[in-house]
């Protein structure tokens, strides 16, 4: 098992751009988490995805978005770049378990974005 | 909003000690979850704790949770310098993960 896989691993983008980020969910897994780590912080919840909907979203604006596939990868989408947008973007998958025990995410390695 | 506090931020402690790393949480929740993180890495999964009371043990890392006093706790017995990471503490809020800080650990010999 592959686990989570993230691509690219870095990324050089300039102010103004645009970037796609993409990963695919460990085995079995049917949901898909973005986060977004600023150095030196802990990983802020940009959106969660399943059953290729939006099921949940943190306080990110529109410029962030994302798609989920029928394979159960993903993409966060990042429009309008700002220096502040540099970070580390990790994807954690999951499998939504109904019963409420709770669920484990398992993390991918994430993507270095550096906005220049 | 849920906000996750974790401390101490930064801890530098000698190998053989004993220390321990809380994490509070301003909403009702049951699910707590402890990752790790190397440097330049991403993030392990070390404990899931769904109920109160409950207490982890995995090596030299204990982990408890008290959903009452919305506390959590994760206790280092004779720290080793291989256990030298950032430790972050995460509380599910309606199936998304909210994360504290994060504790920077040293661990010197």
């Known amino acids: 098992d592959a686990g989570v896989t993230q691509s690219p691993t870095h990324l050089i983008k300039t102010r103004g751009q645009q970037v796609t980020l993409r990963c695919s969910p460990k085995?079995?897994?049917?949901?898909v988490s973005w986060y977004q780590q600023a150095l030196g912080q802990g990983p802020q919840f940009i959106f969660q995805?399943?059953?290729?909907?939006?099921?949940q979203r943190g306080n990110f604006p529109d410029r962030f978005s994302g798609h989920q596939f029928p394979n159960y990868s993903s993409e966060l989408n990042v429009n309008a770049l700002l220096l502040g947008d540099s970070a580390l973007y990790l994807c954690?998958?999951?499998?939504?378990?109904?019963?409420?025990?709770?669920?484990?995410?398992?993390f991918g390695q994430g993507t270095r974005l550096t906005v220049v | 909003e849920l906000k996750v506090e974790q401390n101490p931020l930064f801890l530098s402690m000698q190998e053989g000690k004993n220390y321990t790393i809380y994490c509070n949480y301003s909403?009702?929740?049951?699910?707590l979850y402890w990752y790790r993180q190397d440097p330049g890495k991403s993030l392990e999964s070390l404990f899931v704790l769904l109920s109160n009371g409950a207490v982890k043990q995995e090596g030299r890392l204990m982990a408890s949770l008290d959903t009452k006093a919305r506390l959590s706790t994760l206790h280092i017995t004779a720290a080793v310098h291989d256990l030298s990471a950032t430790y972050f503490c995460?509380?599910?809020?309606?199936?998304?993960?909210?994360f504290g800080a994060g504790t920077r650990l040293t661990v010197k010999p």
């Open positions: 995805y399943y059953e290729e909907e939006e099921r």
């Open positions: 085995s079995g897994h049917d949901t």
């Open positions: 954690a998958s999951s499998r939504i378990a109904w019963t409420g025990g709770g669920w484990e995410a398992f």
């Open positions: 995460a509380v599910d809020m309606n199936n998304d993960m909210r």
């Open positions: 909403t009702t929740s049951d699910r």
